[in-house]
């Protein structure tokens, strides 16, 4: 009882540095974070179920921010080997590497993605966990954060992107990146606040 009530209290102290920096943050880059808190930690393990626990390949977050969801995809299962987070905010970078030093943190753009990743993951990547406030950005960074990152995917990888918006942040994707796209919202989360929305996109010829 006691060792549950020291996690629980560790845990506490985790969220509210948390929700500090991410504020912190938030007032000098506003549009880069798209939100003043962190995802919720219902939405995170919410976003999170989406994955299978076994991928075929490695999963790379991008826009990890402090790192709530990344700690989902890891009690979920996933291996630390096999996941990676990338934040382009040097602060949050930071903070993501002492929380959580078992994953490989990588600080950078996620336009820069093939450079970033170790080189065998190339053409590997069985998902790219996209928490970037992508409707926020113009349309010419939208799609190069997606091209970018299906550059990596194998043929069947997925993007899966978490956002607060119920209509696509990446609306006619395949106009975008002159593939045959396939959209769909996996989930919606309604009593979160604001509301959550997981939204998928996969190349559409994969069978």
Not at 13 to 27: M, V
Not at 119 to 136: E, K, T
Request: proline fraction near 7%; aromatic fraction near 10%; hydrophobic fraction near 45%.
């Amino acid at each position: 009882m006691l060792e549950f009530t020291q996690q629980s209290q560790v845990e506490e102290q985790l969220i509210k540095a948390e929700n500090r920096l991410f504020f912190r943050r938030w007032l000098r880059h506003p549009f880069r974070l798209g939100t003043i808190a962190p995802i919720s930690q219902k939405f995170a393990n919410y976003a999170a179920s989406f994955l299978p626990t076994l991928p075929s390949g490695p999963v790379i977050e991008v826009g990890a921010g402090t790192g709530r969801l990344t700690r989902s995809l890891l009690k979920k299962g996933l291996s630390p080997d096999t996941l990676a987070a990338i934040e382009l905010d040097p602060d949050l970078c930071s903070f993501l590497k002492n929380s959580l030093p078992e994953i490989n943190t990588i600080e950078g753009d996620a336009r820069q993605i093939k450079q970033l990743i170790p080189i065998d993951w190339v053409g590997q990547v069985a998902a790219v966990v996209s928490v970037i406030p992508l409707m926020y950005l113009p349309l010419a960074s939208r799609r190069e954060i997606v091209e970018n990152c299906f550059s990596v995917m194998g043929k069947k990888g997925i993007f899966l992107q978490v956002t607060y918006s119920s209509y696509s942040p990446l609306q006619a994707v395949d106009k975008l990146l002159g593939l045959p796209v396939k959209t769909q919202r996996l989930g919606a989360l309604w009593r979160n606040l604001p509301p959550g929305f997981i939204w998928c996109y996969q190349l559409a010829d994969v069978t």
